[in-house]
């Protein structure tokens, strides 16, 4: 006699289940990987770096100017989220895309401080 044909996998729909099961589980359990700071920095050295290549590129100075509440990067004016602020300053980036002057920018957050150090030379942002 033949054997009736043993069913031990799974269905369709119960893998289908599963996997939803899981992913939902994962989406839920899953925290930012990244404050509201560290965005603000992010975006702030994206800036910078674009001003510096547009000096490059056009060969003429272009000024940044970091205020308390708001940041100017040649022709872009950059609104901080309420809860930040930062020190102010100001500095320029040359034809060559040198910066003028050297500074460490603090900002603030409610309960988090991050350090925006603008390096002589290469001009770059660095973030700490």
């Known amino acids: 006699m033949d054997k009736p044909p043993v069913n031990n996998a799974f269905t369709l729909m119960e893998a289908l289940l599963t996997l939803l099961i899981i992913s939902l589980l994962t989406l839920i359990s899953l925290k930012p990987s990244i404050s509201h700071l560290e965005y603000f920095s992010r975006k702030m050295a994206a800036y910078s770096v674009l001003t510096q290549e547009k000096a490059f590129i056009a060969k003429e100075n ?67």
């Open 62 to 128: 272009k000024d940044v100017r970091i205020e308390k509440d708001r940041a100017y990067f040649a022709d872009i004016e950059f609104q901080y989220p309420p809860s930040i602020s930062c020190t102010p300053f100001a500095f320029h980036y040359n034809a060559k895309g040198n910066i003028s002057q050297a500074h460490t920018i603090q900002c603030t957050d409610k309960d988090r401080t991050i350090h925006l150090i603008y390096q002589l030379g290469s001009g770059r942002v660095r973030i700490e």
